[in-house]
């Protein structure tokens, strides 16, 4: 007698301890939906929903701004890469780019009036720390959120 077919489910049950992914998307508006998809995909398993929007929110931000700021989205070809660590109750979240000879990333005051420039704003107030990096390579953006009791 054959047994029957059973359905495999090979998305993790359990939360991860400790994990790296990384992943290249073209410098274009679509890949800010498109990252938040798969960075949201296996934080999902594990994470409170409230610690996963705020990751997702930032993300979406520094995306936003290495697409918009960063010589990444002039250039043919352009990418951008997220790199995301899990490690315990922690995410870090990093954003590397072609970056920018005429700007660096900064925090500005918003005013309500403002269409835009909430990006590093939002980050500078959510994040547990955030930072930048740039040399002759292109630049990056991190960010590091923790969980909170």
């Known amino acids: 007698m054959r047994r029957p077919l059973r359905h495999c489910d090979d998305s993790p049950k359990t939360p991860f301890t400790h994990a790296t992914w990384r992943r290249e998307f073209p410098a274009t508006a679509i890949s800010v939906p498109e990252a938040?998809?798969?960075?949201?995909?296996?934080?999902?398993?594990?994470?409170?929903?409230?610690?996963?929007d705020d990751v997702l929110l930032l993300l979406s931000?520094?995306?936003?701004?290495?697409?918009?700021?960063?010589?990444?989205?002039?250039?043919?070809?352009?990418?951008?890469?997220?790199?995301i660590t899990r490690t315990g109750a922690t995410v870090r979240v990093e954003v590397i780019d072609a970056g920018s000879t005429i700007t660096a990333p900064a925090v500005r005051a918003p005013t309500l009036d403002d269409d835009g420039g909430r990006g590093l704003w939002l980050v500078d107030l959510l994040a547990e720390e955030w930072g930048f990096h740039r040399d002759e390579t292109g630049g990056s953006v991190w960010f590091r959120l923790a969980e909170r009791d």
């Open 61 to 83: 931000e520094v995306v936003t701004n290495a697409i918009t700021h960063s010589n990444a989205a002039h250039t043919v070809g352009g990418q951008v890469a997220v790199r």
């Open 36 to 52: 938040r998809e798969w960075v949201g995909s296996p934080l999902s398993v594990g994470v409170p929903s409230p610690f996963l």
